[in-house]
């Protein structure tokens, strides 16, 4: 899209989907959301929330060129502070309770790999005039590039120290799961005390400490080879 001079973006009140905005030139003048201002440079994004009321705050100065993909998801959305926090569970049935990860997307911010974030979503465009059986998957892949680009930077400045040692404790609990682990184990293992060790794993992943994560983990696993093997049950607790 091109704005030129005294035109500005419309106003838009609750669409239902995400609307990623990534200017190329220009300035685009953007409000809403409690009130917020932004002022969208080139090499920059924003995302607008899909239940919000959006309006220009300024027409544009300058010929204006930037980029908008809508998109959305279908766990609820959660906003914290500047940065939105859109959940993906894996298996949210029986199987397993526990599997999660958090799309850490900034709110509005400067991308590094521009030049890269503008290919793609030009490669989306193209897409866009293909046949829909042709160009589903490859599209959904280039999306997956293109949040990848957007949330390895800013895991990059926000993931703090409690969310790495959660997940560092989570990767060393999925591969000795089969083996006898105390909270000492850990302690020694990842060099941290137990005691912040517990906290980290609370804070990250809902009041779960490593011995009820280590539980719950088992559990999930003995479910799978019940499923997918003919071993007894006795076989199978023997085995996880």
């Not at 998109?71 to 999660?100: M, Q, T, Y």
């Not at 949330?151 to 400045?157: A, D, G, L």
């Amino acid at each position: 899209m091109t704005y030129f001079p005294g035109e500005q973006h419309p106003d838009r009140n609750r669409i239902g989907v995400f609307d990623l905005l990534v200017v190329v030139s220009g300035r685009l003048y953007i409000g809403g959301e409690e009130d917020q201002n932004w002022a969208v440079s080139p090499g920059q994004m924003l995302i607008l929330c899909p239940d919000k009321y959006h309006y220009a705050v300024n027409p544009c100065d300058d010929e204006t060129c930037f980029y908008w993909l809508h998109f959305k998801e279908a766990a609820r959305p959660e906003e914290n502070d500047a940065h939105s926090s859109v959940s993906n569970f894996r298996g949210k049935g029986k199987l397993s309770r526990i599997e999660s990860y958090h799309i850490m997307l900034p709110k509005y911010e400067d991308m590094t790999e521009s030049t890269q974030v503008y290919d793609l979503i030009q490669r989306l465009i193209r897409l866009s005039t293909e046949h829909r059986s042709h160009a589903f998957w490859q599209e959904q892949q280039l999306f997956i590039d293109l949040l990848k680009i957007i949330e390895n930077k800013q895991k990059t400045e926000v993931l703090s120290p409690s969310i790495q040692l959660a997940e560092m404790t989570e990767a060393y609990i999925k591969r000795h799961y089969r083996s006898r682990i105390s909270n000492r184990d850990l302690s020694e293992a990842l060099h941290f005390h137990s005691n912040y060790i517990i906290r980290c794993m609370r804070e990250v992943f809902h009041c779960t400490p490593p011995m009820a994560y280590l539980h719950q983990y088992r559990l999930d696993q003995a479910k799978l080879l019940l499923i997918k093997t003919d071993w007894t049950i006795t076989r199978i607790a023997d085995y996880v």
